[in-house]
């Protein structure tokens, strides 16, 4: 039969274990083709806006995100309308109205590769920033016409 061995070593560490959130913060950290970090915002467990205005009527867009097990994982989408490329996918979330025009697309829990997801930053007039509560990041000021890759890291 074998018997555990406790001792002060093996208190500690579980007493540090337990006391310990479940899981480290989480960081969206922005990269570009090289693997060096252009930005990166913390968590903090609040979603991470993703927005920019449409390519053709320039009609503002945005996909939130939230971190999970280490991945990106899209919950909700808004769209000023069904324009070219927009609209809902059958099955993928519920469509409802949003206060002020245009309609989110809520619980679509879409976990995104575990690589991250690729974004062509574009230019200033399409401003891609990521946005979390009043906190605003314009990538299109700082990569414009740039691939990017939106990865989860842990702090």
Do not use: K
Not at 76 to 97: I, K
Not at 109 to 115: G, N, Q, T
Request: a neutral charge; proline letters at 4%; glycine letters at 10%.
């Amino acid at each position: 039969m074998i018997q555990p061995v406790w001792g002060r070593p093996a208190l500690a560490a579980l007493f540090v274990a337990l006391a310990a959130p479940a899981s480290a913060d989480a960081i969206l950290q922005v990269v570009d083709r090289q693997d060096r970090t252009v930005v990166q915002m913390l968590f903090d467990g609040r979603e991470i806006c993703l927005e920019w205005a449409h390519s053709v009527t320039g009609g503002a867009v945005a996909d939130c995100f939230v971190a999970r097990d280490g991945r990106l994982v899209l919950m909700r989408s808004y769209l000023h309308d069904f324009a070219a490329g927009l609209g809902e996918v059958l099955g993928r979330g519920t469509l409802t109205s949003a206060e002020g025009g245009g309609y989110w697309i809520t619980g679509i829990d879409e976990v995104m590769p575990s690589s991250g997801l690729p974004l062509r930053v574009g230019a200033p007039r399409v401003g891609h920033r990521l946005r979390q509560g009043n906190d605003t990041i314009n990538l299109s000021d700082l990569v414009a016409n740039r691939r990017v890759t939106l990865r989860v890291v842990n702090n």
